[in-house]
């Protein structure tokens, strides 16, 4: 199954990356790559230019060896709808 089946709207873009917040290992790879994948299931100039940013600094930044600064991030998730939202950790 590819992400773009899954991914329909906000709401399941959000499930999504939450999931990979849960699965990750601490490094941020997963969520990096999570964030590229819903990049891609929507029109990528459209979000470059929301975000501020170039198609090439999207996809550099969200690949298996990005390192996007957490404001790009956040110009990021907000052109596609999204946000992060802090919760308390249950199990410290």
């Known amino acids: 199954m590819d992400v773009d089946d899954f991914?329909?709207?906000d709401k399941?873009?959000?499930v999504f990356l939450n999931e990979m917040i849960r699965l990750d290992s601490g490094d941020g790879s997963m969520v990096r790559l999570a964030i590229g994948n819903i990049i891609?299931?929507?029109n990528v100039?459209?979000?470059a230019k929301t975000a501020c940013v170039s198609r090439a600094s999207l996809y550099s930044a969200f690949n298996k060896d990005g390192n996007p600064s957490f404001d790009m991030v956040q110009k990021v998730l907000a052109a596609?709808?999204?946000g992060i939202q802090f919760?308390?950790?249950e199990n410290r």
């Open 7 to 9: 991914i329909r709207d």
């Open 40 to 42: 891609k299931c929507h």
């Open 45 to 47: 100039s459209e979000i």
């Open 87 to 89: 919760v308390p950790l």
């Open 80 to 82: 596609m709808g999204l």
């Open 12 to 14: 399941s873009a959000a």
